[in-house]
């Protein structure tokens, strides 16, 4: 058996995109969906939020959904960071059979590791911006491939972490950040 991928960055910030409305069943128009009001908001706030925790991103990864996109775009404006995209960061439906989610969990954590694994550079912290499918699912992964304890961490329950919240991998353990 080959061994897990190992996701080399030493730090990560997780953020579920900000309030973007309510979603929609056209999973074409969904992609494009702005932020809210509330959303606008959590993410104006979030380059202050890293700044004061003395966290310097230096790569921003994000789905290309417009709410992900969005949520970036202060920090990118602060930092002068590109936000790169990656399809893999979006929440579309598996191509599984399966009638429970275990198998989409699975599907969903090895195409975010993949896109941490292609993303560039390899030092400083990464902000992947992502939906509320994907990052239960990167977390759980994460917790296998860095050893982390994540019994007192964030609720991994099908979308339970919040909207606009943030959560900071390092040193083995997950610390949230905000949480709306």
């Given at each position: 058996m080959s061994p897990a991928p190992r996701v080399s960055r030493p730090e990560l910030v997780l953020l579920r995109h900000a309030w973007a409305g309510v979603r929609g069943e056209d999973p074409v128009a969904d992609r494009r969906r702005p932020l809210d009001e509330r959303g606008r908001r959590q993410a104006q706030a979030l380059p202050d939020l890293l700044a004061a925790r003395g966290i310097h991103p230096t790569v921003l990864l994000s789905s290309p959904a417009t709410r992900c996109l969005d949520?970036?775009?202060?920090?990118?404006g602060v930092l002068g960071l590109p936000v790169e995209r990656d399809e893999r960061l979006?929440?579309?439906?598996?191509?599984?059979?399966?009638r429970d989610t275990w198998a989409q969990a699975s599907w969903y954590a090895a195409r975010a590791l993949a896109s941490l694994e292609a993303s560039a550079g390899t030092d400083g912290v990464c902000v992947v911006c992502s939906h509320g499918e994907i990052l239960p699912a990167l977390l759980g992964a994460l917790a296998a491939t860095r050893d982390l304890d994540l019994r007192d961490g964030p609720d991994l329950t099908h979308k339970a972490m919040p909207k606009?919240?943030?959560?900071?991998?390092?040193d083995g353990r997950v610390e949230e950040l905000a949480a709306p």
């Open positions: 949520s970036l775009a202060p920090l990118a979006l929440e579309v439906a598996p191509p599984l059979q399966a606009g919240g943030a959560w900071w991998v390092r």
